[in-house]
């Protein structure tokens, strides 16, 4: 394998377009053209091919993490099950030949092994440069879903949903400003003006339990709606 040419990406800053004799072009980041010693014209042996096309795949999957979290903050899990899903496929009425069983299965648990390796690399990478923080993103996620009204029962479900560890749950849930009046509010636009009776009451303390609150929280605003009415 031989390296015919080595330039810069015009689109990319930082990145290098690595075109090798067999018309292929790997993309690598400048850490990689000097760690590498790469220059146009190197004779790469088997080992050192092997390397520049792990190279450019770490360099695309980091690119690719990169973009991910430039859309939206997520979990460490989240990230790692996006760079590791496969990709879609269209569908064909015959994928195989009648004598092809198909995608030999140890080969392909073995490239899944070492997309998750390279994946986790990427990760630890990111977390290292801070762009990739579960403990912040517990935060995040907890007062993103207490502004939308959600208890912290419902909060804890989508902690676990996003994949958040449970280690940082409690503490970013004692951060969660508890404001009765959030939950008195929800409770009166349930009734939409009704008399509190039993049956509407329940009601709410129903609408409020599915929103994650619990029971001495539902308790207290649903007090105040009865003294709001006796007075």
Same mark, same amino acid.
């Given at each position: ?134 403990? @912040?993103?517990?935060?995040? #996620?907890?007062?993103?879903? $207490?502004?939308? %009204? &959600? *208890?912290?029962?419902? /909060?804890?479900?989508? =902690? ?38 039993? @049956?509407?009451?329940?009601? #709410?303390?129903?609408?409020? $339990?599915?929103? %994650? &609150? *619990?029971?001495?929280? /539902?308790?207290?605003? =649903? ?9």
């Amino acid at each position: 394998m031989r390296i015919e040419k080595l330039e810069p990406s015009q689109h990319k800053q930082g990145r290098w377009l690595v075109w090798l004799d067999d018309a292929s072009i790997v993309r690598v980041g400048e850490g990689e053209v000097v760690s590498l010693g790469l220059y146009a014209g190197k004779e790469l042996s088997d080992e050192e091919g092997e390397a520049l096309c792990a190279a450019g795949e770490q360099s695309r999957l980091m690119e690719r993490a990169v973009g991910l979290l430039a859309l939206r903050p997520m979990s460490r899990k989240e990230l790692l099950d996006k760079l590791c899903a496969p990709p879609r496929r269209k569908r064909e009425k015959y994928p195989y030949d009648k004598l092809d069983d198909g995608p030999d299965p140890e080969l392909l648990q073995s490239q899944k092994e070492a997309l998750r390796e390279r994946a986790e690399a990427v990760a630890s990478r990111l977390t290292e440069l801070g762009l990739l923080n579960d403990e @912040e993103y517990a935060r995040t #996620v907890v007062r993103h879903y $207490a502004a939308k %009204g &959600y *208890g912290p029962r419902k /909060i804890r479900d989508e =902690l676990y949903r996003r994949g958040v560890p449970r280690e940082y749950w409690e503490e970013a849930l004692e951060e969660r400003e508890t404001d009765e009046d959030q939950v008195v509010k929800l409770a009166r636009q349930k009734l939409r003006g009704a008399q509190p009776s039993r @049956e509407n009451l329940k009601k #709410v303390s129903d609408y409020l $339990a599915r929103r %994650g &609150y *619990g029971w001495e929280e /539902i308790s207290s605003a =649903l007090e105040r709606i009865r003294g709001e009415w006796e007075d």
